[in-house]
C-alpha cells in the first residue's frame, strides 16, 4: 500500500455549499454537526468552526450501532471536556431523539426571552445541520420528523443542494449537502473516510483502501480477520498471501482458477463498511 496517495474529493456543489453557508449564518441559532461514531475525528470538517463562527453546536455521532463502544467513547469524553455536547445514536434502532432536543433547549436557553424582551414574537429554532458525506444526515432528519424528508443513499452525494425542512412548532432544519474541503492533507483521515463512503468509490484506489482496512484490522482487531476469513497472519509487505487466501475462501475466483484481486478488495470493503468484521472504531 502507497502511505503516499493523496485522495481527495472536492467537487463544485462542495465549494458552493461552503459559500452558501457563510451567507446564510445570520439566520441559523444553532448547528448540529453530524459524524461517524466509527470514525469520530477523521469524519469532523476540520474547519467547520471558522464556517460556523461561534454558533452554539452539537456534535451528534451516528451509527453507534457499528462502532467499537470504549474507542468511541473516549473522544465523546475528550470532546465534552473540550466544552462540547455530544449526542450519540443509533438511528436505526433508537426510538427517541429527547436527549437531543434537550440539549438544543440547554444550548438555546433565553433566545426567546431576549425576543420578547425586544417586542419580537417568539420563533422556532433554526438548526443547520451538516457533516462529511454520508454520515447519516439524511436518515437523522428523517427520523427528526418522523417521515421521509430527504432522500437517503448509502453513497455519497446525495443531497445536492441546501433546503429547509419545517419538523415542529419548535424546530426548522437547513439541511446541507455533505461537504469535504479542497485538500486532505492527513493521509490517515482521507483513508478512513474511504474506507467509510465518504469519498466516491469510482475515485478511489480500492485495493489499496481494502488493504488499508486489512492492516488495520489486522494490528487492532485480528480475531475479526480470523474469524471471517480464516486469516491469522498478514504480511504488510505483501498482501498477495492474504488476497489470495480470502479470493479462495470467498469464492472470488476466475477462468484457470484465478484469484479476482479487485472482487475481493471490494467485498473487504463491503464486509467492514456492512458490520461483518464486527464494531470497529478507526481514530485512536
Known amino acids: 500500500m502507497n502511505e503516499k496517495t493523496n485522495i481527495n474529493f472536492f467537487p463544485g456543489h462542495?465549494?458552493?455549499?461552503?459559500?452558501?453557508?457563510?451567507?446564510?449564518l445570520?439566520?441559523?441559532?444553532?448547528?448540529?454537526?453530524?459524524?461517524?461514531?466509527?470514525?469520530?475525528?477523521?469524519?469532523?470538517?476540520?474547519?467547520?468552526?471558522?464556517l460556523i463562527k461561534d454558533k452554539p453546536k452539537v456534535i451528534i455521532m451516528t451509527k453507534k450501532d457499528l462502532c467499537d463502544m470504549d474507542k468511541t467513547n473516549k473522544w465523546i469524553s475528550r470532546y465534552e471536556k473540550q466544552g462540547y455536547k455530544v449526542f450519540l445514536v443509533d438511528l436505526i434502532n433508537d426510538k427517541s431523539l429527547g436527549k437531543l432536543f434537550d440539549l438544543t433547549d440547554e444550548l438555546l436557553i433565553?433566545?426567546?426571552?431576549?425576543?420578547?424582551?425586544k417586542g419580537l414574537l417568539e420563533r422556532k429554532y433554526?438548526?443547520?445541520?451538516?457533516g462529511v458525506p454520508n454520515v447519516g444526515k439524511s436518515t437523522l432528519i428523517?427520523?427528526?420528523?418522523?417521515?421521509?424528508?430527504?432522500?437517503?443513499?448509502d453513497k455519497p452525494?446525495?443531497?445536492?443542494?441546501?433546503?429547509?425542512?419545517?419538523?415542529?412548532?419548535?424546530?426548522?432544519?437547513?439541511?446541507?449537502?455533505?461537504?469535504?474541503?479542497?485538500?486532505?492533507?492527513?493521509?490517515?483521515?482521507?483513508?478512513?473516510?474511504a474506507t467509510f463512503s465518504s469519498i466516491k468509490d469510482e475515485i478511489l484506489p480500492i485495493d489499496e483502501v481494502a488493504c488499508?482496512?486489512?492492516?488495520?484490522?489486522?494490528?487492532?482487531?485480528?480475531?475479526?480477520?480470523?474469524?471471517?476469513y480464516g486469516l491469522d497472519y498478514l504480511d504488510e509487505d505483501d498482501y498477495t498471501d492474504a488476497y489470495e487466501l480470502i479470493g479462495r475462501k470467498r469464492g472470488c475466483l476466475v477462468r484457470g482458477n484465478e484469484v479476482d484481486y479487485n472482487k475481493v478488495s471490494n467485498i473487504i470493503i463491503k464486509d467492514l463498511r456492512e458490520g461483518y468484521l464486527g464494531k470497529v472504531t478507526f481514530d485512536e
Open 14 to 24: 462542495m465549494a458552493k455549499t461552503r459559500r452558501e453557508i457563510g451567507e446564510k
Open 26 to 50: 445570520k439566520l441559523i441559532d444553532i448547528v448540529y454537526e453530524v459524524v461517524d461514531a466509527r470514525i469520530p475525528n477523521s469524519s469532523r470538517i476540520v474547519d467547520i468552526d471558522d
Open 110 to 117: 433565553g433566545l426567546n426571552d431576549i425576543r420578547t424582551e
Open 126 to 130: 433554526r438548526v443547520l445541520i451538516m
Open 142 to 153: 428523517n427520523k427528526i420528523t418522523g417521515k421521509k424528508a430527504t432522500t437517503v443513499g
Open 157 to 193: 452525494g446525495v443531497t445536492k443542494s441546501i433546503s429547509w425542512i419545517r419538523i415542529n412548532d419548535k424546530l426548522e432544519l437547513m439541511d446541507t449537502p455533505g461537504i469535504l474541503w479542497p485538500k486532505i492533507e492527513d493521509q490517515t483521515v482521507a483513508y478512513n473516510l
Open 212 to 228: 488499508y482496512i486489512l492492516k488495520y484490522m489486522y494490528e487492532n482487531y485480528p480475531d475479526r480477520l480470523i474469524n471471517r
